[in-house]
């Protein structure tokens, strides 16, 4: 069974800068440099029109882990995430693969204005399929996701007012 999963990040720069900053190159090679983990990399960026696609790589190193995850595992967790950015709209894809476990994140998220700047929501699931120890590993997960989007949303915004 699948964990649902829902949060919102605020930022004080308009929804437009913010967009601007997600399908910047550099930034994404900037916050993988401070926020990736172990073993980061942008593998692909792509930009077509009014779309970007891109594929990063992340890291956590299993003493950061829980023992639970550290025994599923048997190392460190690597996730893959694949985010495709559409300008019109200012929405975005996210599909995520979670390494050593049957495990996927997929999510829709949405850039829109708000009176003191922008917000981001991210509404998606988290889905591992491992017997008895799946939904833990699901939360532990949807916690992680949330803490991440909450550090590379105020990477983003410091990042952005270092360019102002």
Do not use: C, N
Not at 41 to 60: C, N
Not at 67 to 85: P, Y
Request: charged share 25%.
């Amino acid at each position: 069974m699948a964990r649902r999963i829902e949060h919102r990040t605020a930022s004080r720069r308009p929804a437009r800068d913010v967009y601007a900053a997600l399908v910047d190159e550099g930034h994404l090679r900037d916050r993988l440099a401070v926020l990736g983990g172990k073993d980061a990399e942008l593998v692909t960026f792509t930009t077509t029109g009014q779309s970007t696609t891109y594929q990063l790589r992340q890291g956590v190193e299993a003493e950061h882990l829980p023992s639970f995850a550290r025994g599923l595992l048997g190392g460190d967790l690597v996730i893959t995430r694949t985010e495709t950015w559409t300008e019109a709209g200012l929405t975005g894809t996210i599909e995520g693969v979670l390494s050593g476990v049957p495990g996927r994140i997929e999510g829709t998220v949405t850039l829109a204005d708000t009176a003191g700047g922008s917000e981001l929501h991210l509404l998606g699931q988290v889905k591992v399929g491992i017997p008895l120890v799946g939904g833990k590993v699901e939360a532990l997960v949807g916690e992680q996701v949330a803490k991440l989007l909450d550090k590379e949303t105020e990477f983003t915004s410091e990042w952005l007012e270092r360019r102002a």
